[in-house]
């Protein structure tokens, strides 16, 4: 930090107090609830980078987990317009989608019931709700519009225990169901990865949706060791990661890949059934004209 101080913020410093003196009071309050005020001070009121490590690592921490709050507000729409184009679910597995959903209601619950900042679990309401709508297209789109109906009453029965009534879950069941959301977030990306396998494509899952997901579970694995204790939360990023690596490296693979898998080539099912007529065999010494055939013949030049 101390290089980054002298040889970028030092110059700059002309430049940059005359737009900290014209922030709005209001944005002050709001970086001041984020790090506290002496690193408020330290930062932005003195634009020392180096003076104090720890309020530099809480605030890039904090940066982090807002960008990826407010990312995750559009991380599946890519996913969600792909399929409503496409009207394919082809290459999606519900059961990931399942999986996830399940897995971000126990952490958004547990976040809440916690009171852990909103910036190290918001994402999980706005990425839980657009998995929702991913999960009904790509049953509705597989023709099971019942089970696409089932699987709301499934989320909505879910949302009522976990958040809505919390009288139906104490404190030790949800500490073990956050436990399990750990193990379900890993679950989630292994049918998802069978599916890409299984199909030798990606069909119309989204690469945006990928990519974006690895960043977010590699960034996630840095702010929850900056501003949360709590292992069972850091193992399940730490295995998330690992696993969007994987889908990472499979949509590399695939890149090329058509869109929809191949349908297998049929034979004819006539044996004379040929698109190109067949050559008509010429007659040797024997003089004989061949058999008409029903097609008109072709006419042969010689050299």
């Given at each position: 930090?101390?290089?980054?101080?002298?040889?970028?913020?030092?110059?700059?410093?002309?430049?940059?107090?005359?737009?900290?003196?014209?922030?709005?009071?209001?944005?002050?309050?709001?970086?001041?609830?984020?790090?506290?005020?002496?690193?408020?001070?330290?930062?932005?009121?003195?634009?020392?980078?180096?003076?104090?490590?720890?309020?530099?690592?809480?605030?890039?921490?904090?940066?982090?987990?807002?960008?990826?709050?407010?990312?995750?507000?559009?991380?599946?729409?890519?996913?969600?317009?792909?399929?409503?184009?496409?009207?394919?679910?082809?290459?999606?597995?519900?059961?990931?989608y399942a999986l996830?959903?399940?897995?971000?209601?126990?952490?958004?619950?547990?976040?809440?019931?916690?009171?852990?900042?909103?910036?190290?679990?918001?994402?999980?309401?706005?990425i839980a709700a657009?998995?929702?709508?991913?999960?009904?297209?790509?049953?509705?789109?597989?023709?099971?519009?019942?089970?696409?109906?089932?699987?709301?009453?499934?989320?909505?029965?879910s949302v009522y225990?976990?958040?809505?009534?919390?009288?139906?879950?104490?404190?030790?069941?949800?500490?073990?169901?956050?436990?399990?959301?750990?193990?379900?977030?890993?679950?989630?990306?292994?049918?998802?990865?069978?599916?890409?396998?299984?199909?030798?494509?990606?069909?119309?899952?989204?690469?945006?949706?990928?990519?974006?997901?690895?960043?977010?579970?590699?960034?996630?694995?840095?702010?929850?060791?900056?501003?949360?204790?709590?292992?069972?939360?850091?193992?399940?990023?730490?295995?998330?990661?690992?696993?969007?690596?994987?889908?990472?490296?499979?949509?590399?693979?695939?890149?090329?890949?058509?869109?929809?898998?191949?349908?297998?080539?049929?034979?004819?099912?006539?044996?004379?059934?040929?698109?190109?007529?067949?050559?008509?065999?010429?007659?040797?010494?024997?003089?004989?004209?061949?058999?008409?055939?029903?097609?008109?013949?072709?006419?042969?030049?010689?050299?």
């Amino acid at each position: 930090m101390d290089a980054i101080q002298k040889t970028i913020v030092d110059p700059l410093q002309p430049f940059l107090r005359p737009i900290v003196s014209s922030v709005p009071q209001p944005v002050h309050d709001a970086i001041v609830s984020l790090i506290g005020s002496s690193c408020h001070n330290t930062l932005l009121l003195n634009l020392d980078l180096a003076q104090d490590p720890a309020c530099t690592s809480l605030a890039i921490s904090k940066a982090l987990g807002i960008a990826i709050v407010g990312a995750s507000g559009i991380v599946k729409v890519p996913q969600i317009l792909k399929l409503i184009r496409s009207g394919s679910s082809a290459g999606v597995s519900f059961v990931s989608y399942a999986l996830e959903t399940a897995s971000l209601l126990i952490t958004l619950s547990y976040g809440v019931r916690n009171q852990f900042p909103f910036s190290t679990y918001g994402e999980s309401a706005f990425i839980a709700a657009q998995d929702v709508l991913v999960g009904v297209l790509v049953l509705t789109y597989a023709g099971k519009s019942a089970a696409a109906a089932a699987f709301l009453a499934v989320v909505a029965a879910s949302v009522y225990a976990l958040l809505v009534d919390t009288t139906l879950i104490d404190a030790q069941s949800m500490a073990y169901l956050q436990a399990g959301a750990g193990a379900l977030g890993v679950a989630s990306k292994v049918p998802q990865i069978l599916t890409i396998w299984q199909v030798g494509g990606t069909g119309q899952l989204s690469a945006f949706a990928v990519f974006n997901y690895l960043a977010g579970s590699l960034t996630r694995i840095f702010t929850t060791l900056q501003e949360v204790d709590d292992k069972l939360i850091l193992y399940g990023f730490l295995a998330g990661f690992t696993l969007n690596l994987v889908l990472a490296a499979q949509m590399l693979y695939y890149w090329n890949s058509p869109s929809q898998p191949k349908k297998a080539v049929q034979t004819p099912k006539f044996k004379y059934a040929v698109s190109a007529p067949e050559a008509t065999p010429v007659a040797r010494s024997s003089g004989a004209s061949p058999k008409p055939s029903g097609r008109t013949p072709t006419t042969r030049r010689r050299g």
